[in-house]
């Protein structure tokens, strides 16, 4: 299993480092701009920069998961990787669960660096207004939960020969789920949509794959 999970991550590292890249920028950033403004002057509450990359976050982590799953799937449709792989002594089920881990790790390395960044930061800049904890936390947790809904999107319209229209529908249904977001606001009852959407696209990508021509 750990070698198929290093196989995706390995075939699709662009989107990886460039995951990274963003992340470790986000956590630069928060800490330069929040360290810069508390020696100025006491801060009466949270730093308004922990609230506002979210504003970006979400959308390019939304967009970005969409063309790693769709990335993943187009790539092993076209070059016939899990035709291969099959005849190696592996399974279905490990092929397509090791697929969906490096999605995982992808999601969780965008996310976990700047939610334990603003964890450090409000220890050691403390506000005088008490730290709302819970708004931060459902932003994070919404950020999670539409980032692995739009992977799994990119991962049912990857399967498709016809790379333009896989990008072009990843794009707006991307847009709509955000767009959802905007007008629902980070909610329970937006969370629970996501992650009703998310099982649904899981199972139907997991029986697909194991049934399917490969």
Do not use: H
Request: hydrophobic share 60%.
């Amino acid at each position: 299993m750990f070698t198929l999970i290093k196989r995706e991550i390995e075939d699709n590292m662009r989107l990886f480092i460039l995951g990274l890249a963003i992340s470790l920028t986000t956590v630069c950033y928060l800490s330069t701009t929040v360290a810069m403004e508390a020696t100025k002057w006491v801060p009466t509450g949270l730093n308004g920069a922990m609230y506002n990359i979210f504003v970006l976050l979400i959308p390019v982590a939304a967009f970005l998961a969409t063309a790693l799953g769709s990335a993943q799937m187009y790539k092993d449709k076209n070059q016939k990787i899990s035709a291969f792989l099959l005849t190696l002594a592996t399974t279905r089920n490990k092929i397509i669960s090791a697929r969906i881990i490096a999605g995982l790790i992808w999601i969780l390395m965008m996310i976990v660096p700047i939610a334990i960044t603003e964890l450090i930061l409000v220890q050691i800049f403390p506000v005088l207004i008490p730290y709302p904890k819970a708004m931060i936390i459902k932003l994070f947790v919404t950020m999670f939960l539409m980032s692995l809904c739009c992977y799994s999107i990119g991962l049912i319209i990857g399967d498709n020969k016809r790379k333009n229209l896989s990008q072009i529908m990843g794009m707006i249904i991307t847009i709509i789920l955000l767009t959802l977001i905007i007008i629902k606001g980070v909610r329970a009852d937006t969370a629970l949509i996501f992650i009703i959407l998310t099982a649904a696209l899981l199972g139907k990508v997991w029986q697909k794959f194991s049934t399917a021509a490969l």
